[in-house]
Nanobody, 118 residues
């Protein structure tokens, strides 16, 4: 059974940084062949894709986070990271990790809360 566990969320002030981590279990060596995503959902809003990283290291960022957020992965630890700098109050949301395996099957983590105060 594939499981994703996010960590690193918290309460920070605007301008500060946080690093989110998401560790996958139950995927074995398949992690390196998987595409990893970070999404976020603010209260009353839809869940949006924030960043993604492919098996080849290629990355995607939503316009709202370009230049501030960096996604990376450590395949030796089955972990994906989201470094968030220059945080803004509008970054406040629950952040979810998603894995899309090479067979197309997707799994989600339980989410971690990020709150940015002004």
């Amino acid at each position: 059974q594939v499981q994703l566990v996010e960590s690193g969320g918290g309460l920070v002030q605007a301008g500060e940084s946080l690093r989110l981590s998401c560790t996958a279990s139950g995927v074995g060596v398949g992690f390196s062949r998987s595409r990893m995503h970070w999404h976020r959902q603010a209260p009353g809003k839809q869940r949006d894709l924030v960043a993604a990283i492919g098996s080849d290291g290629s990355t995607y960022y939503a316009d709202s986070v370009k230049g501030r957020f960096t996604i990376s992965r450590d395949n030796t630890k089955n972990t994906v990271y989201l470094q968030m700098n220059s945080l803004k109050p509008e970054d406040t949301a629950v952040y979810y990790c998603q894995i899309r395996r090479s067979n197309g099957v997707e799994y989600w983590g339980q989410g971690t809360q990020v709150t940015v105060s002004s």
